[in-house]
Structure formats: C-alpha cells, structure tokens
C-alpha cells in the first residue's frame, strides 16, 4: 500500500506545511466567530469561478446575443438555471459576507499595528468585489442592465477632473451601446478576477504572517485576570470547522438557487422610458438615497457631484483608519472610533433599507 | 486503539467515513455539472433541399458548385453528359472540403492530397470510405436534393 | 577556446542559409483555390425540426418554477450536508481529546 502522506511529504514538503498549520493557533474567545467570515469568503470566490468557467461555455458577449444566449441558458441547457442561479446567490452572499467582514474588522479594530496592509487590501478587495458584483448584472443585457449602465458609468463621469476619461473609458465611446458590453464583459470575466485572486493572494499571506488580531477588550480583559488567551490549532481543529461552515453556505446557497432563481428582464428598447421606481441593484442603494438627498446645487457644485466627492471623502478616511487611530495603535481602547464604525453600520443598513422603500 | 481482530481503528474508520460522506457529496455536485458541460445542441438537417431547373441549366458540364445542405457543405456535379450527381463535399478523412479537377475528373482534397472519382469513390490516398452521396429527384421544374439516411440517422442526439 | 569560435560561426552560417532558403522558397499559404461557385437551395422544411426559435419569457418562467425532482435533490443535498456535519463533529470531539492528551504537539516525523 502507497503510503499518501509519506509521498506527498517527500514531494511537496506536506509534512513542513501540516505542522505549520498545527502550530498555527487560532485565538478563542467570545468574538471569535468573526474569524470564519474569511474562508467563507474564499469558498465563494471559488464558487464563483467555477460557475462563472461554466456559464461562459454558453454566454455569447455580444449585444444581439446577450440576452438570448441566457435565456437559452435559463431553458434549453440542463441545469444551466442552477448554475446561473447559484452564481447569482453568491455573488450577493458574497457581497454581503465582505461587508460583515469590513464591519467586524472595522469594530473589533484588527487594522491596528501590524496589520495595516492586510486592512488596505481588504478594502481593494471590497472595492473589487463590489465591481464585480456591478459589472456582473449588467451582463445580460437586458433593460435593467441597460439601465445600469447608463446610471453607473454617469456617476463615474461626475468624478471631478479624471471622471470622463474614466466614463469613456466604461463605456468604450460617448454613449452605453455594444461595445460598452464588451468591455463590461472584459472586465468583468478577465480583468476583475485576475485582479481580485492577485489581491487575495497577498491578502491571505499577510493574515498568515501575523496571525489573528485579538480584540482590545479581550486583551485587556486577559491581562487584568492574569491569564493566557487560550487558542486552538489551525489544523486539524479549525480547518474542520472551517469545512462545516462551508459545507453550511452550500447548503444555503443551492437552496436559495432552486427556491428562488434568477429573473431574466425584458429585452432592451432604446426608446423606452426608464420605468418607475427603477434602482440600482441592493447593494448600491445606500449610494442611491443619499444622492437622491443631495439638493440640486450644493455651494454653486451639482449636487450629485457633491454627494459623489462626499462619499469618496468618506471612504478615504475609512481607508485610512488605522493611521487616525491612534490610541487603537497603542493597544487602548477607543471609543470614538467605535462610534464612528457603529455610525458607519448604522448609515448603511439604514440607507439600505430606506433605499429599498421609497 | 484498534481491536485486534477489527481492519481499521475507531478512528481510521470515521475518518473514512467523513471522507466518503464528501465523496457522495461530491457526486451530487458533479452530476449536474457533468449534464450542463456535455450538453449538446439539436442540429438537424433538412428533409430535403431544392433547386431550380434554370440554376440547374447556368452549370456547364464538367463542372461542379457548392450548396448548403443544413449545416453540410455539399457538392453538385454536373458531367460532360449532362448527368447530375451530388456528394457531401466534406473529405472522409478529416473533413476538409473537396475541390473538382475538371480535368482528370476527380474530387480532390488538397488537406492530405486525397482522391475520389466522380462517383465519389474513394480511390486514392489517406480518405476510407467514399464521398457520401445524396439522391436527386425531378418534379416538373425542380430538383430535389435529399440525403437518403437524412431525418433519422443524422439527427444529432441531445 | 578556438573550436567553440568556429563552431558558433558554422552555427551562424548555416541558420542563415537555412532561413534564406525558406524565406525565399515558394510556399502554399494563401493559395488561390479555383473560384468557388455556389448555388442557392431552398430548404425543405418538416414541421418536426425547430431549430434555434426565439426563447419566450414564458419559457424562462417556466424554467423557474419549482418541481418535484427539484425538492428531492435538495432533500439529498441537506441530508448529505447533515450527514457530513455530524461525522465532522464526531471527528473534532475526537481531535480535541487528542490535543488535550499532548498529540497534536508531536512533529510529523
């Protein structure tokens, strides 16, 4: 019998990186639980690249075919309604498990000292995934991705300064037509995921490299009794936990795939108004009703340039935390920008869910 | 801790399986996704194809043209009698289209310089079985091109 | 030192040759083929074969509603998960016995 371990150990040192994984310790406390959300947030990437490969046998990128070559996807090939379904669920839970991610690492404070890259490119990667998420609905081709287009790539005209290029850039042109989709697609399909794995790559080697951050109370709270903050292995401890989490969001996301499939939206008509009540998908709608707040004219500026500028400004402070922070650095509590995160939270569910209503 | 008499310990066993609980789980999975990757498209050919008797008389004998049946590019001859015969005009070898020679009256392909005379026969190089041929009726003032096995045999399966 | 001077010159010399003699050879690419003539046909058509139709909205509805297989693979697919999670369980209570006994601290050898 071919002793597996032995042979993969003499080939590709398996044994060196089974007891660094051992050694590894993983901190536990009552906030550990916030330690999951970044497997989960691996598996749905590959998730979504295997999906994503597979819906790409059948999806023709041009502007007549778009939205046929999905319908036909949706009706004529077998099971292609799970898989375009599946990968539509998980680019939302995607999404979504990235902002409780940033959420919880914005709380808890794990940007401190040493870990301040590892915040930086988790914000890339946010933004990232955030344009994927975008570029992905607009793929269909079908009035609300047309729509889509025309939205979006105008607020990303607004930008003072560098906005048109960028706008033209989106757009391949003037004006949202077929070749706008191409590039769409080239983004989404080439660019985005290069981009994103190359980040990720980085991202998980700097979590490796420092270990898991322990939240400042938990610190202080250990120190005060005088004891060790007990952690378990990586392997095999966590890593089984790890696979019953994953193991749980597959179960949940086919489940909302077959309960609940994609739509597919009307075929696009150039001449059509845009229809009532049209949105931005959900995650965007945060965005979408504070510029709807926006005044027309704030100081003699659009207003909507104004709310772009503001809402850029707003995510280059968050960007920046850790170096404002500076009694977090210090390893103290600090409650101001504790309430400046819960603040954070606060406006985007809020807006969220405004959005949604009204 | 392992019983004497027993192949695996408590341990090894569940270990085992946990490891044939994913592999089922596994399958699950991938049986959908083998159906979705293997799927094939439906693209029949037509019953028939037809022809008009003055297209017919625009060909000069010993010639041939091109014309599409379905998805298959076929071939129409016309002899130095007059006679009409028509082949699929995909070489038998690897499915390269085949050419005239008007001169030696063969069918050519210039992918592996293979050869069929002009009833199609397979006669020289690398091709294994003849040009398939399709049978040609005439009503009044047109022509009807069928494959004989068309409508059952060619239908591609899903 | 000498022989491996004249061995790259002969090297140099021949791949020169080589390259002019092909570069300047006749080569089949692009090569008129003898015009080629074709006919129109008109397609007899069976009112079996449908080829690639217009996919309706009403189709892709229907591809969304639920189905009875549809049910049974999620059943199978949660009470594999289960099955799964429970075994995995089992195997970390195990684990954490061993870590408590000190196993889990010994170097794979």
């Known amino acids: ?358 | 801790m392992r019983l004497k008499e027993s192949l695996l310990s408590r341990r090894g066993f569940f270990t085992g399986l946990i490891y044939g609980g994913l592999a089922s789980l596994g399958a699950l999975v991938a049986y959908p996704a083998a159906r979705f990757l293997f799927h094939k498209k439906q693209s029949p050919l037509p019953e028939a194809v037809t022809v008009d008797r003055a297209e017919i008389e625009t060909i000069p004998p010993n010639s041939a043209v091109y014309f599409q049946y379905g998805y298959l590019p076929c071939i129409l001859l016309k002899t130095e009698a007059g006679e009409l015969r028509a082949f699929s005009a995909k070489c038998t070898h690897l499915d390269c289209n085949v050419q005239y020679q008007p001169e030696s009256r063969k069918f050519y392909c210039a992918c592996h310089d293979g050869y069929f005379d002009e009833r199609g026969m397979n006669i020289a190089g690398p091709p294994p079985s003849p040009l398939p041929a399709c049978t040609i009726r005439r009503e009044n003032d047109t022509m009807f091109i069928s494959f004989p096995a068309a409508g059952k045999e060619k239908k591609s399966v899903v | ?109």
Request: proline fraction near 4%; include cysteine; charge should be neutral.
């Open chain 3, 1 to 109: 030192m000498a022989r491996l001077g004249i061995c790259t010159i002969v090297l140099i010399v021949v791949m020169v040759t080589a390259t002019l003699v092909f570069i300047t050879g006749s080569s089949t690419y692009g090569q008129e083929v003898p015009a080629v003539k074709t006919i129109t046909v008109e397609e007899v058509k069976s009112e079996g074969d449908q080829g690639a139709a217009v996919i309706t909205a009403e189709q892709v509805d229907a591809a969304r509603t639920m189905t009875p297989d549809r049910i049974y693979g999620l059943l199978s697919l949660w009470a594999l998960i289960f099955l799964a999670i429970v075994l995995i369980r089992l195997q970390v209570q195990d684990d954490e016995k061993l870590y408590r006994e000190g196993y889990y601290s010994k170097e794979l050898e």
């Open chain 1, 1 to 358: 019998m071919i002793d597996l371990v032995k042979a993969l150990d003499e080939r590709i040192k398996l044994g060196w990186m089974i007891s660094l994984a051992r050694r590894k310790l993983v901190p536990v406390h009552r906030h550990s639980v916030w330690y999951y959300m970044g497997a989960l947030l691996l598996f749905l990437f590959a998730i979504q690249a295997v999906t994503g490969a597979m819906l790409l046998f059948y999806y023709k990128p041009a502007a007549e075919t778009a939205r046929q070559s999905i319908a036909e996807i949706m009706v004529v090939v077998p099971y292609g309604w799970l898989v375009r379904s599946v990968h539509h669920w998980a680019s939302n839970l995607m999404i979504v498990l990235a902002f409780v991610h940033f959420f919880s690492t914005l709380l808890v404070k794990a940007y401190r000292r040493p870990r301040e890259l590892t915040w930086l490119t988790g914000m890339l990667l946010l933004l990232l995934v955030l344009f994927f998420g975008y570029s992905g609905y607009t793929l269909p081709y079908d009035e609300r991705a047309f729509f889509a287009f025309n939205v979006g790539t105008d607020m990303a005209g607004a930008v003072p300064v560098a906005g048109t290029y960028v706008m033209e850039f989106l757009r391949g042109g003037d004006t949202v037509g077929t070749d706008t989709l191409n590039r769409f697609f080239a983004i989404h399909v080439g660019v985005l995921p290069l981009g994103l794995l190359a980040v990720i790559v980085a991202h998980v080697i700097l979590v490796q490299l420092h270990g898991m951050s322990v939240p400042i109370s938990v610190l202080k709270k250990a120190e005060a009794e005088k004891r060790e903050i007990p952690g378990k292995p990586m392997f095999p401890h966590f890593l089984w936990h790890d696979a019953v989490n994953c193991l749980l969001l597959f179960g949940g996301l086919v489940t909302l795939a077959t309960l609940i499939p994609s739509e597919l939206g009307p075929e696009i008509d150039l001449l059509k108004p845009a229809p009532v009540g049209v949105k931005p998908d959900w995650f965007f709608l945060w965005v979408y009703q504070i510029l709807k707040w926006m005044p027309t004219y704030v100081l003699s500026i659009e207003g909507e340039v104004a709310g772009i500028v503001g809402l850029i400004i707003a995510a280059l402070v968050i960007l920046f935390v850790p170096f404002f922070d500076r009694r977090a650095q210090r390893d103290e509590r600090s409650p101001l920008f504790t309430a400046l995160g819960w603040l954070s939270v606060m406006a985007f569910v809020v807006c969220s869910i405004i959005g949604y209503f009204s």
